[in-house]
């Protein structure tokens, strides 16, 4: 499956790639995403302030899927989708970012720059 990655998600994929989110080398999936939304702290206890998801909008994407990401016609990475879940972006914003007001950048980006 190849999809057209939006820029939040090249930017992440960069991240991830280069090390800059380390130590974590992919998307968080659903028990990871929790644990940071709630205790920011990776599983393993490793402070880390702010979940890094795969965002999509495309129903058709299960688990276990391989997605070829894209920009444009250049190839940029491949990842394999574990979890399908929906992130609770309320609370996501009010624990990571001390509010949901759309007004607060951050609260801006997960409404408007991530998919479901």
């Excluded at 994929?13 to 939304?37: A, H, K, Q, R």
């Excluded at 979890?83 to 607060?104: A, M, Q, R, V």
Aim: aromatic share 6%; glycine share 8%; proline share 7%.
């Amino acid at each position: 499956v190849t999809l057209e990655a939006s820029p939040r998600q090249l930017c992440d994929v960069e991240l991830i790639m280069n090390g800059g989110f380390s130590p974590i080398d992919s998307f968080m999936n659903e028990e990871t995403y929790n644990n940071v939304v709630e205790k920011m702290e990776l599983l393993d206890g490793t402070i880390f302030g702010l979940p890094v998801v795969f965002d999509t909008n495309d129903e058709d994407l299960q688990p276990g899927t391989t997605v070829l990401l894209t920009q444009g016609d250049l190839p940029v990475a491949t990842v394999e989708l574990t979890d399908k879940y929906l992130p609770n972006k309320p609370l996501e914003c009010l624990k990571c970012y001390g509010t949901s007001e759309i007004e607060h950048p951050g609260s801006l980006m997960v409404a408007t720059e991530r998919g479901k």
